[in-house]
């Protein structure tokens, strides 16, 4: 199976900030990687596929990136509803995983 | 726009079978861009993809259930549906079904549904 790492665990910042979250994979996955937000009580909502191709109506304060087997997530501007657990899947090939999650607070 | 509604028991027994439905809405399960997936998350912890089916009916299972894992499609009733046999309190978790559209992965998912296994 494919390992996701993401990083920080947890993560804490002010509104405005720059906020960039990280998932690392334990092989190549081409750039078949999604990020999703998911607050509590709710399903995951899909931000970013394709590593860096941007969901229809997600505010384009998020944005994805790749270098390697490294994918980031950046939010350019926090906003408090931006304060929510944060997961990487990859769908390069079966199983697909997830990473373990990075839950982003608003200071 | 599509929708999707999981529906099934809320409780089930240690050692008996666990079985959801996956209502979709607003699109049709056999249009042939789209698979359908089971995804769950144990209360407080990540998520866990089960499975995909192809409204052919053909499938894909996460080895680490695979041997109790069984997801299903019904075009006529534009559902699928998963069983999870020989239950544990493991397996307790909001099960979720999802659509996954080619390059897309999962971009709908349904509200999910708690399962808790216990006597």
């Known amino acids: 199976d494919i390992q996701m790492t993401q990083s920080p665990s947890t993560l804490s910042a002010s509104l405005g900030d720059r906020v960039t979250l990280t998932c690392r994979a334990s092989?190549?996955?081409?750039?078949?990687l999604a990020w999703y937000q998911q607050k509590p009580g709710q399903a995951p909502n899909l931000l970013i596929y394709?590593?860096?191709t941007l969901e229809s109506g997600v505010p384009s304060r998020f944005s994805g990136s790749e270098s390697g087997t490294e994918f980031t997530l950046t939010i350019s501007s926090l906003r408090p509803e931006d304060s929510a657990t944060y997961y990487c899947?990859?769908?390069?090939?079966?199983?697909?995983?997830f990473g373990q999650g990075t839950k982003l607070e608003i200071k | 726009q599509v929708q999707l509604q999981e529906s099934g028991p809320g409780l089930v027994k240690p050692s008996e079978t666990l079985s959801l439905t996956c209502t979709v809405s607003?699109?049709?399960?056999?249009?042939?861009?789209?698979?359908w997936g089971w995804i769950r998350q144990p209360p407080g912890k990540g998520l866990e993809w089960i499975g995909n089916?192809?409204?052919?009916?053909?499938?894909a299972y996460n080895p680490s259930l695979k041997s109790r894992v069984t997801i299903s499609v019904d075009t006529s009733k534009n559902q699928f549906s998963l069983r999870v046999s020989s239950v544990a309190a493991t397996d307790t978790a909001v099960y979720y079904c999802?659509?996954?559209?080619?390059?897309?992965?999962?971009?709908?998912w349904g509200q999910g549904t708690l399962v808790t296994v216990s006597t």
């Open positions: 089916i192809y409204y052919t009916g053909s499938t």
């Open positions: 899947q990859q769908y390069n090939s079966f199983p697909y995983t």
């Open positions: 394709k590593a860096s």
């Open positions: 092989q190549s996955i081409s750039s078949w």
């Open positions: 999802a659509r996954m559209h080619g390059d897309v992965t999962f971009d709908y």
């Open positions: 607003g699109g049709y399960i056999n249009n042939n861009n789209y698979y």
